[in-house]
Structure formats: structure tokens, C-alpha cells
């Protein structure tokens, strides 16, 4: 998917009950991002290894958007 002039890939179909929020990967970073539908923003979040140690954990931080402050 292209976010802007980003190349992502999209990693999940639905997160929860939050349909607009997608898990991806981001190519050029080598990094886990997420993007909101709803407010159009994208964010960087950790590397894969770090996200697959504690995946409960940077999901709620993705679902409270505290990476977008």
C-alpha cells in the first residue's frame, strides 16, 4: 500500500475492534509501523524483533496513539 510517497506493507487485516488502525511494515526503515485511517496519520513503531518480544504491549500503545503524539 503507499501512504503519501511511502511504500508500506500491510501486516494485519484487523486489529481488534479498531478496523481503521493497520500493522505494517515499513521497507525503507526495516521497521514496524502502524497507520490510522481515521485521522490519516502513519508512525513509525519498533523493529520486528522488539515487536514480536512483546506484541501486547506495542499494541496498546499503537491503540491509545501514544506513538502520534
Known amino acids: 500500500m503507499e501512504v ?3 511504500k508500506l506493507l500491510r ?4 486489529i481488534d475492534n479498531y478496523s481503521d488502525i493497520m ?4 521497507p525503507k ?6 497507520y490510522d485511517e481515521e485521522h490519516q496519520a502513519y508512525a513509525d513503531v519498533c523493529s520486528f ?6 506484541p501486547e504491549d ?5 491503540i491509545e496513539g ?4
Open 4 to 6: 503519501g510517497r511511502q
Open 11 to 14: 501486516l494485519s487485516l484487523e
Open 23 to 26: 500493522l505494517v511494515w515499513n
Open 29 to 34: 526503515k526495516k521497521c514496524v509501523g502502524y
Open 49 to 54: 524483533a522488539e515487536f514480536l518480544a512483546q
Open 58 to 62: 506495542y499494541l496498546e500503545k499503537i
Open 66 to 69: 501514544e506513538y502520534l503524539s
